[in-house]
């Protein structure tokens, strides 16, 4: 369970951030948050799928890791097994929210849970009441990431609009175990692609979404080798 | 004249009827383009609508869709709830306390493979009700949960569902709709007169304040009062108030205690010394009213009742009495007019079979509304006799609810005197009796209460039936994996599901996916 609250220079004026380049938080995930200007460096080494939030049934963009609930086959303790990190995992445990969406500030927001949140080891967040710049260049990491997060919202949008998600059920036979079926996941309908109107292309072209369309259908040869990895 | 096209349709009367009815002749017709069938609708900005009739059947998910509003926006602007049935309460008996539900989802079709043989020989556990044998809806209902999640797409559950909404809000929800997005020309006017062709047709409606209006066909929705069809028309009134006993309402709309008071997850329907109080929650508010017949108690009286029922919370509240037109018109469709709503007939709110049946009579006439004025008569027999089938199965099935009480008070014992029950119900109550209900007794493609719900209230009411050659009923094995599937549902959808009001909250936030 996460558990979120506001940097505050007072109350964590000793806390310091360690790193993990394992990403320990995410060894039992099979999908991990994954925003537009990530897919064609991610699409290289996992499938990008789309799910609905289960607190808002809103999509959002996630990369497959594992092809069931609790496993994470990029997860190794000898380190990250793929060329590519999303940068939600290189963010934890920081996150950037805008409370209030009138005025546009950013809030930079800390998962408590984390070990790597602590008063003992790692990089000081604050000096004499000041953001260190450690903690700046985190922070500006942080708030990076909220603002592509907007501009994947607009892609799935788009997406929406266009009809191009389709619900897809995964059925996957692990070697010497029953079949089972990995439900809830959307891919982009190849089929419903080749079928837009010239205006409807035009529209993606516009907004810059062709590139992101094709790495997601790029990352569909991803499935089988997820499935590889699964068996060694 | 008579190969004459029908290019326009004028709807008087803006109710839920009114603009149900043109907003789906809009849709159906494409009227927002130009050159398809004209459909006007005119309202009295002076007579107000009935303002009751807040309780609806599933099928009004199909409606909303077909109209194309999204789920969220109606249930917004609606102050609109899940509805996942009717709980029955104090039916049975008049000491004896005891309910049952009358749910939308069973755990297996039953003109598919009927469970209710097992039940009745205890397979799903001795002192097991019906409703919870057979669905998970029951306990879900009771304990205020949604019948959804935020995840579903819009109008799909996880089980089925219907809603209560706020017909005054509902009328102006669909009023815009209809105009803005599906073409319905609207005029504020009062229909002065109707004045009618040499062959008895409709030929045009006199307004005070818009002309006279004419259109190829008429649709009345002027509620009770049956302005077109019954009195200008003189299409005759055949009243049932010898079967269906009530004949009145009182109403109080009751605000919650706080805005966050846990809302009813499905209607509740109690009985009373001479009928029924409904309880129909909103998100703002209450809508509770008792149906009740004015030969067995007073309207005071009646009042009281009510006020009782809700408690000190009605000390400041309003009631409003409304007089109830029990029964229906000789013929529905008389030549270029059709009425769909009150004015076409209504039977006591019992299982909110009005505005299902308004629906009905909408998709119906959108289907069938012909080409050409010459094929009019064809088109008007066919609805006749469909919808004359509909509502006397409609009277079928509130009466079924009282031929099973065993209440004592000189109402409910007149309510079940065999005299006064339809043969058709006496000659399937016999069958019952030792037979089960079968797909056969329902062998209508257009029956409007379908198998399950005839048998929710029948064990819900506690009808002894004694099945005679048990030895018909080999499936045992198959009908345990399903009693055992609905205990798992149950237990697994009390974690999964959240309360009305949560999910409500979060659907006016992100709204629902429309995949
Ligand atoms: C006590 C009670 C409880 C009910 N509960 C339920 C329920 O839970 N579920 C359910 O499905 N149904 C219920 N109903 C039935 C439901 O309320 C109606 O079927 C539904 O509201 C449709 O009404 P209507 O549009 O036909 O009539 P109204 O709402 O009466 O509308 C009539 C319209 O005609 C217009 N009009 C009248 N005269 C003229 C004129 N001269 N010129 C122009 N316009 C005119 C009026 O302005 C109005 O717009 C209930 C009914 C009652 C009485």
Same mark, same amino acid.
């Given at each position: 369970?996460?558990?979120?609250?506001?940097?505050?220079?007072?109350?964590?004026?000793?806390?310091?951030?360690?790193?993990?380049?394992?990403?320990?938080?995410?060894?039992?995930?099979?999908?991990?948050?994954?925003?537009?200007?990530?897919?064609?460096?991610?699409?290289?080494?996992?499938?990008?799928?789309?799910?609905?939030?289960?607190?808002?049934?809103?999509?959002?963009?996630?990369?497959?890791?594992?092809?069931?609930?609790?496993?994470?086959?990029?997860?190794?303790?000898?380190?990250?097994?793929?060329?590519?990190?999303?940068?939600?995992?290189?963010?934890?445990?920081?996150?950037?929210?805008?409370?209030?969406?009138?005025?546009?500030?950013?809030?930079?927001?800390?998962?408590?849970?984390?070990?790597?949140?602590?008063?003992?080891?790692?990089?000081?967040?604050?000096?004499?009441?000041?953001?260190?710049?450690?903690?700046?260049?985190?922070?500006?990491?942080?708030?990076?990431?909220?603002?592509?997060?907007?501009?994947?919202?607009?892609?799935?949008?788009?997406?929406?609009?266009?009809?191009?998600?389709?619900?897809?059920?995964?059925?996957?036979?692990?070697?010497?175990?029953?079949?089972?079926?990995?439900?809830?996941?959307?891919?982009?309908?190849?089929?419903?692609?080749?079928?837009?109107?010239?205006?409807?292309?035009?529209?993606?072209?516009?907004?810059?979404?062709?590139?992101?369309?094709?790495?997601?259908?790029?990352?569909?040869?991803?499935?089988?080798?997820?499935?590889?990895?699964?068996?060694? | 004249?008579?190969?004459?096209?029908?290019?326009?349709?004028?709807?008087?009367?803006?109710?839920?009827?009114?603009?149900?009815?043109?907003?789906?002749?809009?849709?159906?017709?494409?009227?927002?383009?130009?050159?398809?069938?004209? !459909?006007?609708?005119?309202?009295?900005?002076?007579?107000?609508?009935?303002? +009751?009739?807040?309780?609806?059947?599933?099928?009004?998910?199909?409606?909303?869709?077909?109209?194309?509003?999204?789920?969220?926006?109606?249930?917004?602007?609606?102050?609109?709830?899940?509805?996942?049935?009717?709980?029955?309460?104090?039916?049975?008996?008049?000491?004896?306390?005891?309910?049952?539900?009358?749910?939308?989802?069973?755990?297996?079709?039953?003109?598919?493979?009927?469970?209710?043989?097992?039940?009745?020989?205890?397979?799903?556990?001795?002192?097991?009700?019906?409703?919870?044998?057979?669905? $998970?809806?029951?306990?879900?209902?009771?304990?205020?949960?949604?019948?959804?999640?935020?995840?579903?797409?819009?109008?799909?559950?996880?089980?089925?569902?219907?809603?209560?909404?706020?017909?005054?809000?509902?009328?102006?929800?669909?009023?815009?709709?209809?105009?803005?997005?599906?073409?319905?020309?609207?005029?504020?006017?009062?229909?002065?007169?109707?004045?009618?062709?040499?062959?008895?047709?409709?030929?045009?409606?006199?307004?005070?304040?818009?002309?006279?209006?004419?259109?190829?066909?008429?649709?009345?929705?002027?509620?009770?009062?049956?302005?077109?069809?019954?009195?200008?028309?003189?299409?005759?009134?055949?009243?049932?108030?010898?079967?269906?006993?009530?004949?009145?309402? !009182?109403?109080?709309?009751?605000?919650?205690?706080?805005?966050?008071?846990?809302?009813?997850?499905?209607?509740?329907?109690?009985?009373?010394?001479?009928?029924?109080?409904?309880?129909?929650?909103?998100?703002?508010?209450?809508?509770?009213?008792?149906?009740?017949?004015?030969?067995?108690?007073?309207?005071?009286?009646?009042?009281?009742?009510?006020?009782?029922?809700?408690?000190?919370?009605?000390?400041?509240?309003?009631?409003?009495?409304?007089?109830?037109?029990?029964?229906?018109?000789?013929?529905?469709?008389?030549?270029?007019?059709?009425?769909?709503?009150?004015?076409?007939?209504?039977?006591?709110?019992?299982?909110?079979?009005?505005?299902?049946?308004?629906?009905?009579?909408?998709?119906?006439?959108?289907?069938?509304?012909?080409?050409?004025?010459?094929?009019?008569?064809?088109?008007?027999?066919?609805?006749?006799?469909?919808?004359?089938?509909?509502?006397?199965?409609?009277?079928?099935?509130?009466?079924?609810?009282?031929?099973?009480?065993?209440?004592?008070?000189?109402?409910?014992?007149?309510?079940?005197?065999?005299?006064?029950?339809?043969?058709?119900?006496?000659? +399937?109550?016999?069958?019952?009796?030792?037979?089960?209900?079968?797909?056969?007794?329902? $062998?209508?493609?257009?029956?409007?209460?379908?198998?399950?719900?005839?048998?929710? +209230?029948?064990?819900?009411?506690?009808?002894?039936?004694?099945?005679?050659?048990?030895?018909?009923?080999?499936?045992?094995?198959?009908?345990?994996?399903?009693?055992?599937?609905?205990?798992?549902?149950?237990?697994?959808?009390?974690?999964?599901?959240?309360?009305?009001?949560?999910?409500?909250?979060?659907?006016?936030?992100?709204?629902?996916?429309?995949?």
């Amino acid at each position: 369970m996460t558990q979120r609250i506001a940097l505050d220079s007072q109350q964590h004026q000793h806390y310091k951030l360690q790193e993990d380049k394992l990403f320990s938080h995410t060894k039992l995930a099979h999908i991990l948050p994954l925003e537009v200007n990530e897919f064609a460096a991610a699409a290289a080494y996992f499938p990008i799928v789309f799910v609905k939030d289960s607190n808002t049934g809103q999509f959002r963009a996630c990369v497959m890791t594992g092809i069931k609930p609790g496993q994470n086959l990029y997860w190794h303790q000898a380190g990250w097994q793929a060329g590519y990190t999303p940068q939600a995992l290189r963010n934890y445990p920081l996150l950037a929210v805008q409370p209030d969406t009138t005025s546009g500030d950013y809030v930079i927001v800390v998962d408590t849970q984390s070990s790597l949140f602590n008063p003992q080891s790692g990089h000081s967040l604050f000096a004499a009441g000041q953001a260190t710049e450690y903690l700046q260049q985190r922070a500006g990491a942080a708030i990076a990431q909220a603002k592509s997060v907007l501009l994947t919202q607009q892609f799935i949008q788009l997406l929406l609009e266009l009809e191009l998600l389709v619900a897809r059920t995964l059925t996957l036979t692990p070697q010497g175990a029953e079949a089972y079926d990995l439900t809830g996941l959307y891919l982009i309908d190849e089929q419903r692609l080749a079928e837009l109107t010239d205006q409807q292309w035009l529209s993606l072209r516009q907004n810059n979404s062709l590139l992101a369309v094709h790495a997601v259908l790029m990352s569909m040869n991803q499935v089988s080798a997820l499935i590889q990895r699964s068996v060694l | 004249m008579q190969t004459e096209a029908i290019r326009s349709v004028l709807v008087v009367g803006g109710g839920t009827a009114g603009w149900l009815t043109a907003a789906n002749l809009a849709q159906s017709f494409n009227s927002a383009e130009p050159g398809a069938i004209q !459909v006007t609708l005119i309202e009295s900005p002076d007579i107000a609508t009935i303002g +009751v009739g807040e309780g609806t059947w599933p099928t009004m998910r199909a409606t909303l869709q077909k109209l194309g509003i999204k789920e969220e926006d109606f249930l917004r602007s609606c102050n609109a709830t899940f509805k996942q049935g009717t709980k029955f309460v104090d039916w049975q008996h008049s000491d004896l306390p005891a309910s049952y539900h009358h749910l939308f989802t069973s755990v297996s079709d039953p003109t598919q493979f009927n469970l209710a043989p097992y039940w009745l020989q205890g397979r799903a556990g001795q002192h097991k009700s019906y409703a919870s044998a057979v669905s $998970a809806q029951g306990v879900i209902a009771e304990l205020g949960l949604a019948p959804k999640k935020i995840t579903n797409k819009a109008y799909e559950g996880v089980l089925n569902y219907a809603y209560h909404l706020d017909a005054g809000k509902f009328a102006d929800l669909l009023k815009n709709h209809a105009q803005q997005k599906l073409g319905v020309h609207f005029i504020s006017a009062n229909v002065l007169d109707v004045s009618l062709a040499i062959d008895g047709s409709i030929a045009a409606v006199i307004t005070d304040s818009a002309g006279r209006q004419q259109a190829d066909f008429y649709v009345d929705c002027t509620g009770f009062q049956s302005l077109l069809l019954g009195k200008a028309m003189g299409v005759g009134f055949r009243p049932v108030s010898d079967t269906l006993l009530t004949d009145h309402a !009182v109403t109080i709309q009751v605000p919650y205690p706080t805005p966050d008071s846990p809302i009813n997850a499905c209607t509740h329907s109690t009985a009373q010394a001479a009928g029924w109080i409904w309880d129909i929650g909103l998100t703002n508010r209450r809508g509770v009213g008792y149906v009740y017949s004015s030969n067995y108690v007073s309207h005071e009286q009646a009042e009281q009742c009510l006020r009782r029922y809700i408690g000190p919370a009605a000390d400041t509240l309003e009631a409003r009495k409304l007089a109830m037109q029990v029964g229906y018109r000789e013929k529905f469709w008389h030549k270029n007019c059709v009425a769909i709503g009150l004015s076409a007939a209504f039977v006591e709110p019992l299982e909110a079979s009005a505005i299902f049946l308004i629906e009905a009579a909408a998709n119906m006439l959108a289907d069938q509304l012909p080409a050409l004025k010459e094929n009019l008569p064809l088109a008007e027999s066919k609805f006749n006799k469909s919808f004359l089938f509909r509502w006397q199965r409609t009277i079928d099935f509130i009466k079924l609810h009282y031929a099973l009480s065993g209440r004592t008070e000189p109402f409910w014992q007149a309510a079940r005197a065999k005299q006064l029950i339809p043969q058709s119900l006496q000659d +399937v109550l016999q069958s019952w009796q030792t037979q089960p209900v079968s797909p056969y007794d329902f $062998a209508h493609v257009y029956e409007p209460f379908p198998m399950e719900s005839y048998q929710y +209230v029948l064990y819900g009411m506690g009808f002894k039936q004694q099945l005679a050659d048990l030895q018909r009923y080999q499936q045992g094995g198959k009908a345990a994996l399903y009693f055992q599937r609905v205990q798992q549902l149950t237990h697994q959808l009390q974690q999964e599901l959240p309360a009305q009001r949560e999910l409500l909250a979060k659907i006016y936030r992100y709204g629902f996916s429309a995949l």
